[in-house]
């Protein structure tokens, strides 16, 4: 029972930092970011890159995905986005670039980076073996720690800095907050950077544990989306709640399902797609995003 | 950009396009072998390792002056189309082999691709080397697909009995992807086990392929306490997680799988976990590979960048068709003759020490001979590098 | 303006059943049969895509319902003995009826909410296909026959696919008849009071309810008739591959079609066949690139929504002039 509880509280913390990127964007764009997992991809193999292939110490690998992908990120939100966004009819139509980047970042994943699954050698070694009851290597303890603690810095910014309230202002309402004086162009591009950074950042911790490969931008990028639609689209603490709730589910599910085999995910995500019939917005989503 | 411009610009673009595959090649001593395969996506490890392993070997053979079939010699061109791992793609590209006049495909990859091929593979006249074990593909009426690699209902009973004599097993644990060809693995792989007299204790445990922690999804299967953990059809990408959770859970008997895995990424993803991990592969041990192996090795290495220890096994396909087609050069273009030949060919195999043979087998699994024999090489992780455990032969 | 369109429509007929066969016949280009026929055929499911689009809903699960059709109609076919050709029809109105029920409580969703239930739904069918008995789990379903023939009152109207010499053409020929079918159909709904409707379900949804339009009645009706097009779609699909796989139609099929509306345009009914045709064949011609393909193909396509946000057929609005 602490087992699954401690493997649900570790999956929620790596995945809740996942969806925030991608709520944030959401919330200040509406745009649906398909390319987010990519970007959480490019953020494991800038980090592998610099700490296995050039031999620096982890943390400057982890900074290095964070200013790479939050500069990614702004020339998307500024080349990209910003230009469509202002000429297309319907909102939607950001879907087909966002999905765009998505490949195109899968092009160029796999020739900067090859074919083959990557991984940044254990940074702690060791075991947490509490009687047998929770066991929990040190480095996924350390992982799930500074996972926790970039969501509450993440947290404090939006809530206390400049930059963060003028973000949760434009995100509440656009109109009136161009109105007030909020300079939306470059918020935007503000926020479309710290969701990829957040995106690079998850990448370089997680490549220390679980690795990353090509393959794993698109499924991340959907379970991220499954994350905020649960927590509700748009919303910070929403997408907190999603992800814990989302790792609770699959340690709970794997456990107790794992006597009937092959249909442990196809009862999560039917559970989930009651759970949005019934409450469509959400937990805490404002009703129709 | 004027509208105008603009059309005409992509109209130019798509003529130019168009046009391209079009002109023929001037070279006529140039013999075209296909590959259809997932070169892109989650995938692309076990593609790319197939399409790079087939120019590795074309280019050294162009450079020794080419092939000799019959009384010409040919330059070999791998002509590869990435499928996506979508099987109507794979229709798409074996429709486009046919096209490029190619009699002799390797891939698909997966078992979806290579079911979806077979008409277009049969109405075209072509023989296809899929890497995937359905046995229908394989068996009368069907005659155009070779299995290209040893089975995992070949190579899963001869590593239980193996580790069953040597080690001891007794209880034995499967756990396997969602998908289907982790999961058919699966499934004749509990067979073979409990014809062993193996005591199957957990195998219904499935993960979907994205995960990022294994830890739930192995936990109820360590409880059941193997002594053998089975990852059966498992990907390179998924193999060190779930060996570094087993590990990381306290679980202390073997872990073995019957598909073919790579030593760098081994030693990456679970460095000392991963010791005694058992896998197959092809015959690039120090102790079996011969000095063409040795130099295939070198010059794949020279041509990508990074070796890739599943293309052992992947360099088969390629030599085969070669070596069946010297062997009988009418067959060049008519997989008729070809499958005559299948029945008698025999070659030596360049890539073994020793007086191993290149010979078309399968008659137990099939009922005919529809796979090319490549020693099954079981190979067990040791310090960074596969050391063979033992090599067994499929009939 | 009614015999210009009637010259159109008689120009793409003589097109997709004349020439483009003269075309493959004279240049021996015949992969482009299937490769059209492959067009044709998600252009049918892109075309649900797109009416799910215009009451104003993404549709991100097409995906399932073309491997549903698939099922349908290879269950029939290999367990049930029955000819292909009933199958079609039947594996369309399967989806129908079950996207009916699903879509009953989740078409209440609106915006992201609702992509992202029908992406779910897209694994949810894979899923179910690996799990139930019926559809033979992992292994598949393969050696479906060719479809027979087909013939009312003793006489052929279909010769059985078996007995071509060719059986691409046949299926490039059927194909192609569906496509046009589907889109006579849909530019009949769209141009009747049907599709005014919709387009206020697009526009406002309260304010058309708050007139007397029925609403959920609409929705279920659009989104069921997509379905029956992305189960007819499946269904030729697992005939033309004779084998039926749960990963045959997976969530990046369900984002392709949702691709091909956005690239040809959303509003033009025409729209998802062009796209379709774009896109897919795009990708068929591009892998000359080899190695350099997909960030070839998604920077044309990044490229194309920077310069066509609406979409390619948005070229041809007078309108907004050339900018």
């Known amino acids: 029972m602490e087992q699954i509880i401690a493997n649900g509280l570790y999956l929620g913390a790596q995945y809740a930092l996942i969806a925030l990127g991608l709520t944030l964007i959401f919330s200040l764009m509406n745009v649906l970011n398909f390319a987010h997992g990519q970007m959480y991809v490019f953020g494991g193999f800038v980090t592998y890159t610099v700490v296995v292939q050039l031999g620096l110490p982890f943390i400057v690998g982890l900074l290095a995905s964070a200013v790479i992908l939050a500069i990614m990120g702004a020339v998307i939100e500024k080349f990209l986005f910003a230009p469509v966004v202002r000429r297309s009819k319907r909102d939607e139509s950001t879907m087909l670039l966002a999905a765009g980047i998505a490949f195109f970042l899968d092009a160029v994943i796999l020739l900067l980076f090859g074919e083959k699954q990557r991984g940044v050698p254990k940074i702690v070694n060791g075991v947490f073996n509490w009687d047998m009851r929770i066991i929990m290597p040190y480095d996924r303890i350390l992982i799930g720690v500074l996972a926790i603690l970039l969501i509450v810095v993440f947290i404090a910014f939006m809530n206390y800095s400049r930059a963060g309230r003028a973000m949760r202002a434009l995100a509440q309402d656009r109109m009136a907050a161009q109105l007030m004086g909020v300079d939306v162009a470059r918020y935007s591009m503000l926020g479309l950077a710290l969701g990829a950074m957040l995106a690079g950042l998850v990448g370089g911790l997680l490549v220390t544990i679980t690795g990353v490969n090509l393959g794993m931008g698109g499924p991340t990028s959907i379970k991220a989306f499954l994350m905020i639609m649960i927590g509700g689209a748009g919303v910070i603490s929403g997408a907190i709640a999603g992800g814990f709730i989302l790792g609770m589910m699959e340690s709970v599910g794997l456990t107790v399902l794992s006597a009937y085999g092959d249909i442990t995910y196809l009862v999560i995500f039917a559970t989930l797609m009651v759970f949005l019939a019934v409450r469509p917005q959400g937990l805490m989503g404002k009703p129709w995003g | 950009m004027h509208k105008r411009t603009f059309l005409k610009l992509s109209a130019l673009a798509a003529a130019t396009v168009l046009s391209l595959p079009l002109m023929a090649y001037a070279e006529n001593a140039t013999l075209k072998i296909g590959f259809v395969g997932v070169t892109s996506g989650p995938a692309a490890a076990w593609g790319i390792s197939n399409q790079r392993s087939m120019e590795a070997r074309a280019a050294w053979l162009n450079e020794l002056g080419g092939v000799k079939i019959g009384d010409k010699t040919y330059n070999i061109e791998i002509v590869a189309f990435d499928d996506q791992k979508d099987p109507k793609r794979a229709i798409a590209g074996m429709e486009k082999m046919a096209q490029d006049g190619i009699h002799y495909v390797v891939g698909p990859n997966v078992d979806d691709g290579a079911a979806a091929v077979r008409p277009a593979a049969e109405q075209n006249g072509i023989m296809y080397f899929p890497y995937s074990f359905p046995k229908a593909l394989f068996s009368p009426p069907a005659s155009n697909a070779i299995l290209g690699m040893v089975a995992n209902y070949q190579s899963g009973p001869a590593i239980y009995k193996y580790l069953m004599e040597n080690k001891g097993v007794k209880k034995v644990a499967f756990v396997a992807a969602n998908e289907s060809d982790p999961l058919s693995q699966r499934e004749s792989g509990i067979a073979a086990a409990q014809a062993l007299g193996l005591d199957v204790v957990s195998g219904n445990v499935t993960y979907q392929v994205d995960t990022t922690d294994f830890t739930p999804v192995l936990l109820p299967v360590i409880q059941a306490a193997p002594d053998l953990l089975v990852l059966s059809g498992v990907s390179p990408a998924n193999a060190p997680q779930l060996i570094r959770s087993a590990r990381e859970l306290g679980y202390e008997g073997l872990i073995s799988t019957e598909t073919a895995q790579d030593a760098a990424v081994l030693q990456e993803g679970a460095g000392d976990l991963a010791e005694g991990f058992i896998s197959v592969g092809g015959a690039s041990t120090p102790e079996l590979a011969s000095d063409t192996m040795k130099e295939f090795v070198e010059r794949y290495t020279k041509m990508f960048g990074e070796y890739n220890d599943e293309s052992n096994t992947k360099v088969y396909a390629l030599e085969y068709i070669i070596e069946t087609l010297k062997a009988n050069p009418a067959a060049i273009d008519n997989v008729e003759e070809y499958k005559k030949t299948i029945d008698t060919f025999e070659a030596p195999n360049p890539f073994m020490k020793g007086d191993a043979k290149l010979k078309y087998v399968g008659m137990t699994s099939f009922g005919q001979k529809r796979q090319v024999s490549v020693p099954l090489v079981v190979n067990e992780y040791k310090g960074g590098k596969f050391e063979t455990l033992f090599v067994g032969q499929v009939d | ?323």
């Not at chain 3, 003269?22 to 649900?48: M, P």
């Not at chain 3, 013939?151 to 052929?156: K, M, N, R």
């Not at chain 3, 006579?184 to 304010?207: A, F, P, T, Y």
């Not at chain 3, 193909?297 to 907004?320: F, R």
Request: proline fraction near 3%.
């Open chain 3, 1 to 323: 303006m009614k015999a210009s369109r009637l010259l159109g429509f008689s120009a793409f007929l003589l097109a997709v059943f004349v020439l483009v066969p003269l075309f493959i016949g004279a240049t021996g280009r015949w992969d482009f049969f299937y490769t059209l026929t492959s067009v044709a055929l998600l252009s049918v499911g892109a075309a649900g895509v797109w009416l799910t689009f215009y009451i104003g809903r993404i549709n991100i699960g097409q995906g399932a319902y073309a491997l549903v059709g698939g099922y349908v109609s290879a269950i029939l076919v290999t367990q049930g003995g029955v000819s292909f050709w009933l199958t079609l029809p039947v594996a369309g109105l399967f989806c129908a009826v079950i996207s009916i029920l699903i879509g009953l409580p989740i078409l209440r969703l609106r915006g992201v909410y609702f992509a992202m239930v029908t992406l779910v739904l897209t694994e949810v069918a894979r899923l179910s296909a690996l799990a139930l008995p019926i559809t033979n789990g992992a292994k598949g379903i393969t050696s479906i026959p060719l479809p027979g023939e087909l013939s009312v009152f003793g006489l052929t109207i279909i010769p059985a696919f078996g007995s071509l010499s060719n059986p691409r053409i046949g299926f490039y020929m059927m194909a192609v008849v569906l496509m046009i079918v589907t889109y006579l159909v849909l530019w009949r709904i769209v141009n009747s009071r049907l599709g005014h409707l919709c387009r206020s379900l697009q526009q406002n949804e309260e304010l058309s309810a708050s007139i007397g339009v029925n609403t959920a009645y609409l929705r279920v009706l659009a989104y069921a008739i997509s379905s029956f097009f992305g189960g007819i779609a499946g269904a030729m699909f697992a005939s033309i591959a004779q084998s039926i796989y749960p990963s045959s139609f997976v969530v990046a099929d369900s984002v392709n079609f949702m691709l091909y509306c956005f690239l040809g345009g959303l509003g033009y009914v025409f729209g998802p066949m062009l796209g379709t045709f774009l896109l897919y064949f795009g990708w068929d011609l591009l892998s000359i690139a080899r190695e350099y393909q997909l960030l070839i193909y998604s920077g044309v396509m990044i490229l194309l929504m920077l310069v066509l946000p609406n979409g390619v057929l948005s070229l041809l609005d007078k309108k907004e002039g050339g900018k």
